[in-house]
């Protein structure tokens, strides 16, 4: 377990996000990546997606609340020990949830790495 501070783990999720290729930035709009500390039904989860994956929606598809990622502080830091193997896994997991966002399965992500 290791523990940083609310600004370097922001830190690590806005370096997680500078990864991600431009033309797969670009179509990233109307969602947001939230940090919170858990995520209050299992606390052992380290990312979540809640939205709509771009594959899945309609030509219709407007009028609705961003899609949200929430990373979440607590339960990577808990997996992690150093500061090092944080930042790689908060960069695993932010990569993990914008792949469901274009609509990746599981299985995907997995094959990537980022399972």
Request: proline share 3%; with cysteine.
């Amino acid at each position: 377990m290791i523990r940083v501070s609310e600004e370097r783990f922001e830190e690590m999720v806005d370096d997680a996000l500078d990864t991600i290729p431009e033309e797969f930035a670009r179509r990233m709009v109307n969602v947001v990546v939230l940090v919170r500390d858990r995520n209050e039904e299992q606390p052992t989860l380290l990312g979540q997606y809640v939205g709509v994956a771009l594959t899945e929606r309609t030509f219709d598809h407007t009028g609705y609340l961003p899609d949200a990622i929430f990373v979440y502080k607590e339960a990577l830091e808990d997996f992690c020990a150093t500061e090092e193997e944080l930042a790689d896994e908060v960069r695993v997991t932010v990569l993990h949830e914008v792949g469901h966002y274009f609509g990746m399965s599981e299985r995907q992500l997995h094959q990537l790495g980022w399972g």
